[in-house]
């Protein structure tokens, strides 16, 4: 079956950084676009980063663009996230989830892992 498995969230300082991973299964990784969205307490699912199927072209949110940068591998089928000059804001429980394309509705999405930002 499909499993999405994220990684690396914890807790860090404003300005810290983190490198986030989704590790994926159950599904040909190459045949899909990735996404990396985020749910922050008390507000909606938001998207952050979404990367096409081979890679070559990214799209970021506002919020993030300049500090976040999505990547993937798709020889092992993982997803990254990496996450600089963070910001209290940024706090939420990041998720990966894959779409046959651009797409708000997501084919599946992981568990997710928490990030925390102190000021």
Same mark, same amino acid.
């Given at each position: 079956?499909?499993?999405?498995?994220?990684?690396?969230?914890?807790?860090?300082?404003?300005? %810290?950084?983190?490198?986030?991973?989704?590790?994926?299964?159950? +599904?040909? +990784?190459? &045949?899909? /676009?990735?996404?990396?969205?985020?749910?922050?307490?008390?507000? &909606?699912?938001?998207?952050?980063?979404?990367?096409?199927?081979?890679?070559? =072209?990214?799209? #970021?949110?506002?919020?993030?663009?300049?500090? +976040?940068?999505? =990547?993937?591998? !798709?020889?092992?089928?993982?997803?990254?996230?990496?996450?600089? =000059?963070?910001? =209290?804001?940024?706090?939420?429980? #990041?998720?990966?989830? !894959?779409?046959?394309? /651009?797409? !708000?509705? #997501?084919?599946?999405?992981?568990? %997710?892992?928490?990030?925390?930002?102190?000021?």
């Amino acid at each position: 079956q499909v499993q999405l498995v994220e990684s690396g969230g914890g807790l860090v300082q404003t300005g %810290g950084s983190l490198r986030l991973s989704c590790a994926a299964s159950g +599904f040909t +990784f190459s &045949d899909y /676009w990735m996404y990396w969205v985020r749910q922050a307490p008390g507000k &909606d699912l938001e998207w952050v980063a979404i990367i096409n199927s081979a890679g070559n =072209s990214t799209y #970021y949110h506002d919020s993030v663009k300049g500090r +976040f940068t999505i =990547s993937r591998d !798709n020889a092992k089928s993982t997803l990254y996230l990496q996450m600089n =000059s963070l910001k =209290s804001e940024d706090t939420a429980v #990041y998720y990966c989830a !894959n779409a046959r394309g /651009w797409s !708000n509705d #997501y084919d599946y999405l992981g568990q %997710g892992t928490q990030v925390t930002v102190s000021l």
